[in-house]
């Protein structure tokens, strides 16, 4: 019983991308509804893997990049069910759900990084984290958003209309989708940006000290801030908008990879 | 039991026997009144659309009895001649009858393959006919089965979801880039027959808003009286392409109307939100160079038909799936058919079989005068006892062994065998 959590996880996850497909593939609204339950079931499960795991290494999710990466594609799954919900659209759960999958598969396969419990950090640390990778999952989906936004139109304009594209969301939709995860994107990273402050200021009392994070952090700021108003203007509406979006996931994934590990010295995984 | 079909349809009849064939409500229920009060059909139900009209009903003698009957019914009820009508009827029984109806319902047998509403119609037919009285429990069975298979296949396959006309088309893809219609506005060019179909499509997607321009200004103001809408001045670009998401072009011109400037201007009014034209022009009225413009999407007749023709296609391929639906419940109807039927065979051979045992028992009873009326009494229960043990144990299988109902194909041979005087449960 020591992986249950782990077992139903996948199994809801992997439940919730066949369901979609198959929405997707035959437009049948009972099966596209019962994706969106598997999903529901499979972030309740993925919670207690979390947990499960946590307390087995005695720390925080976050704190090796298999946890970060298993927490992002929880918070993924989250923002994902909250877009859904709010712009009821389920045709595009068929894109997110592998990149869900992936990360969750990945995080909790991999053997875990027993490194020494870090220390007690307190809430305004967990919050800063958690914002920050909610943050960065709102603008992974809007990167997905963008792509299948750009893959469409593409399709509309070649006249080549295949099965699919009668089942995709429309244009307007996935623009405003796309948005809407940029603006909780850009308010996570905001506030869990200014939390970070203040737990440093406590812990070094000094509210600033250089790290190469921060630049690239305020780079990803701006960048989807200009994103979120161009994305309205007659001249980047559609599908230059979109291609923004792309870039800017670009620097962001170059922010989790290139500067945590190599430039940032307090920023590891996230 | 048998299940008789005759009918007409868009096949098999023109329109100007179809219309004088059809049936109104109330000319259905005294159908019904009629065919039963002349014993020609124990159940009745008349399926009457502007393709097809049909009667479906249950005999009380054999099917292939009445069918001439029903076809002379249909000719004096209508007043249509007999030889003008015999050439357009087709006639079908039981297993063709029962397949014929859940093909009707699936869309395979409608002119625009896999349509939508034919399953409505059905619906509508057997609602009134079962609120009458004038259908009983085969036809019941019958077309809740047909209601069965036409949701099957149209939640199963994708016979009826891609659009199949010109018109259709560009409506849904309009609708793939703004998605639902009810808060969008179209502007028409022309006042035409092509864009009357058009308007219709529009206004069935709910379009919040029509505009409609026309060199004759008549035509226009006509054209809004019929649909609804507001007529615009002709030529006046700025103001009329500033608001509509949709633009439909069918006009009469050699050369194109809208020009790519034009086009350029509005895009520029209008803040770049994207325009969706809609040329159904021949020659074209939308200048090509148009298409390339920041999110302006312009399909032609050509790429329509295009897009027509390879829904056309998937539907096509759809068939197949759809028809192993129908299979399958055919099936299953005939099952429940011999499953009854069987059961009756049963319960009038043990009638049968009772009254032979009554006239074999005074037969040989006669002649038997040493047994008094208690010795007399056992010798009846025990051939009486005799006769249940042989019935009991293939009834109950009949009841409950389904694999072997299907193996029992002909239940009338079965009848003919052991009910010589063709008794009929």
Known sequence: MKDLFLILTIVAYAGSLTLYLRFLNTGKEITGRL??????LGLVAHYFALLERSRGMHTVPYHDVFGAMSLFGWLLALTYLGLELFHRQRSVGAFVLPFILVFFVAAHLAPADRLSPPPAKGIVFAFHVTLSILAYAAFALSFVFSLIFLAEERLLRSRRLGNVVWRLPPLELLERMSRSSVFVGLLSIAVGTVLGFVWVDRLHGQIWYYDPKYVVTLLVLVLYALYFHLARSATWRGARASKLCIFNFFVVVMSFTVVNLYLSQSHRYF | MEIVLVGLNHRTAPVEVRERVSFTVEQSRKAADELRSRGILAETLVLSTCNRSEIYGVPPESSHECAPGLSSFLSEFHAVRADVLSVSLYHH?????????FRVAAGLDSMLLG????????REAYKFAHEYGATGPVLNRLFQGALEVGKRVRTETELGT??????SAGVKLAERIFGKMNERSALVLGAGTISEQV???LRDRGIARLFIMNRSREGAEELAGRVGGKVVGWGEWDTALKLPDVVVTSVSAEEPVLRREILQAAMAARGNR???LMDLGVPRNIEAAAADLYNVYVYNLDDLTEIVEQNRHARQSEVPKAETIVDEHVGKFLSWQASVELVGLVDALRSRLREERASFIRARMDTMNHLGAVERAQVESMMDELLEKLLVEPAERLRGEKELRRKIQNVE?????FLSNREKP
């Not at chain 2, 039981?94 to 014929?100: G, I, L, P, S, Y």
Request: without cysteine.
């Open chain 2, 115 to 122: 349509e939508a509403e034919i399953l409505g119609q059905v």
């Open chain 1, 35 to 40: 994706g969106t339950v598997f999903l529901g």
């Open chain 2, 93 to 101: 029984y039981d297993r063709a009858a029962v397949r014929h109806l």
């Open chain 2, 413 to 417: 041979a079965l009848r003919d065998l």
């Open chain 2, 162 to 167: 891609r659009p199949m006309s010109v018109a």
């Open chain 2, 274 to 276: 994207a325009l969706f």
């Open chain 2, 199 to 201: 308007v219709n499509q």
